[in-house]
T-cell receptor
Framework: GNSVTQMEGPVTLSEEAFLTINCTYT??????LFWYVQYPGEGLQLLLK?????DKGSNKGFEATYRKETTSFHLEKGSVQVSDSAVYFC???????????FGKGTTLSVSS | GAGVSQSPSNKVTEKGKDVELRCDPI?????LYWYRQRLGQGLEFLIY????????KSGLPSDRFSAERTGESVSTLTIQRTQQEDSAVYLC???????????????FGPGTRLTVL
């Protein structure tokens, strides 16, 4: 069945450091891939998405590229800020598009 | 405009009681989803509604769980005879369209935190 595996946290970085959060998936067909973010005290919100192989999603300085050959969708940011501290979830859509399958989430903590 | 709203924000109940959780989707959104997030886990899909089509109930964990939606408006998730393992945050989301369509971005509500004692 479909599943998402993302790196365990917490990830602790200093401001302006480079961020990578790994995400790999198992799926039938060609699902859309997503990164969602949950800031402290707020609801889950879409950060970026990619709908086909080699697509790059980007938003707020974050990027992720849909790699079909490695079944990966790693999240990267060149220079993190304290305000990026949050929980990040990788997800894929099921084949019918009726549900998202989420990873367990990775907590990022950025200190100044 | 208003986002997805859920009520109550917190619910504490005793084992064996029934609970009802409510979700108000964004106006005009035809698709509605329920998820559950247990401590330290990712979100688990529970059920999907799309317009007047039969819902996708494939994620409901047991027959104690049920959900209804009237047309394209409010949805209620009911858990009967609650158990301690039902303790979780229950999240509702809605999207303009469902399926693999272009406008299927899911917008999430703040969740209802359910604690079963």
């Amino acid at each position: 069945g479909n599943s998402v595996t993302q790196m365990e946290g917490p990830v602790t970085l200093s401001e302006e450091a480079f961020l990578t959060i790994n995400c790999t998936y198992t799926a039938t067909g060609y699902p859309s891939l997503f990164w969602y973010v949950q800031y402290p005290g707020e609801g889950l919100q879409l950060l970026l998405k990619a709908t086909k192989a080699d697509d790059k999603g980007s938003n707020k300085g974050f990027e992720a590229t849909y790699r079909k050959e490695t079944t990966s969708f790693h999240l990267e940011k060149g220079s993190v800020q304290v305000s990026d501290s949050a929980v990040y979830f990788c997800a894929l859509s099921n084949q019918a598009g009726t549900a998202l399958i989420f990873g367990k989430g990775t907590t990022l903590s950025v200190s100044s | 405009g208003a986002g997805v709203s859920q009520s109550p924000s917190n619910k504490v109940t005793e084992k064996g009681k029934d609970v009802e959780l409510r979700c108000d989707p964004i106006s005009g959104h035809t698709a509605l989803y329920w998820y559950r997030q247990r401590l330290g886990q990712g979100l688990e899909f529970l059920i999907y509604f799309q317009g007047n089509s039969a819902p996708d109930k494939s994620g409901l964990p047991s027959d104690r769980f049920s959900a209804e939606r009237t047309g394209e408006s409010v949805s209620t998730l009911t858990i009967q005879r609650t158990q301690q393992e039902d303790s979780a945050v229950y999240l509702c989301a809605s999207s303009l369209t469902g399926g693999q369509g272009r406008y299927n971005e899911q917008f999430f509500g703040p969740g209802t935190r359910l604690t079963v004692l």
